[in-house]
């Protein structure tokens, strides 16, 4: 069975750090871009990051400059480091993936963790 599991959040502080894991498993024959999402309580689900196959990457404006996303495709794990992070920033961090499996290609999501910056 392919899945995606998050793993990595928590409770900081205003200012503090944080590194998000999300790791792909099962019969899975390439991974293509992949993404993190997050939404807030009560608000949308929006855009995060995301890295492509060929080592792009893209970034919401609200995080450039304090969250760096990459990969390590030897294990199949996306990453998400989070810097001087704000309250702003909490919310459920959620990744998703376009994987190569024996259906074909598909999109996958994981179940998301929870991010609370708080003090």
């Known amino acids: 069975q392919v899945q995606l599991v998050e793993s990595g959040g928590g409770l900081v502080q205003p200012g503090g750090s944080l590194r998000l894991s999300c790791a792909a498993s099962g019969s899975i024959f390439s991974i293509f871009t992949m993404r993190w999402y997050r939404q807030a309580p009560g608000q949308q689900r929006e855009f995060v990051a995301l890295?492509?196959?060929?080592?792009?990457?893209t970034y919401a404006d609200s995080v450039k400059g304090r969250f760096t996303i990459s990969r390590d495709n030897a294990k199949n794990t996306l990453y998400l480091e989070m810097s001087s992070l704000k309250p702003e920033d909490t919310g459920d961090y959620y990744c998703?993936?376009?994987?190569?499996?024996?259906?074909?290609?598909?999109?996958?999501w994981g179940q998301g963790t929870q991010v609370t910056v708080s003090s």
């Open positions: 998703n993936a376009e994987l190569k499996v024996v259906f074909g290609t598909r999109n996958y």
């Open positions: 890295s492509s196959s060929d080592g792009s990457t």
